[in-house]
Nanobody, 124 residues
Framework: QAQLVESGGGSVQAGGSLRLSCTAS?????????MGWLRQAPGKEREFVAA????????YYLDSVKGRFTISRDNNKNTIYLQMNTLKPEDTAVYYC????????????????RGQGTQVTVSS
């Protein structure tokens, strides 16, 4: 059974940093997969925040997080990370780890596997 488990969420003040982690497990993730992060704030549409190819050579970032967020992965641990710096109140959301069964995809529609989410709250 495929499973994605996030950790690392929490509450910080504006300008602070957090690092999210997501570990994938299950038979499905024995193949090459792209992984990424989506977020959803109350009353807002879900946003595709960042993604990384299996090799790590391709990355995608939402414009509003470029220069502040960095996505990375460790395939030996089946884990991806999202380092979030200079956080802003508008980054407040539930962040979901996601996976696509392709070596690379920047289309959120391909990320059919989702974790349960972790809350990130940034106060001003």
């Amino acid at each position: 059974q495929a499973q994605l488990v996030e950790s690392g969420g929490g509450s910080v003040q504006a300008g602070g940093s957090l690092r999210l982690s997501c570990t994938a497990s299950g038979r499905t993730f024995g193949s090459t997969v792209s992984m990424g992060w989506l977020r959803q704030a109350p009353g807002k549409e879900r946003e595709f925040v960042a993604a990384i190819s299996y090799s790590g050579g391709n990355k995608y970032y939402l414009d509003s997080v470029k220069g502040r967020f960095t996505i990375s992965r460790d395939n030996n641990k089946n884990t991806i990370y999202l380092q979030m710096n200079t956080l802003k109140p508008e980054d407040t959301a539930v962040y979901y780890c996601a996976a696509a069964l392709a070596p690379w995809s920047a289309s959120p529609d391909d990320y059919e596997y989702r974790g349960q989410g972790t809350q990130v709250t940034v106060s001003s």
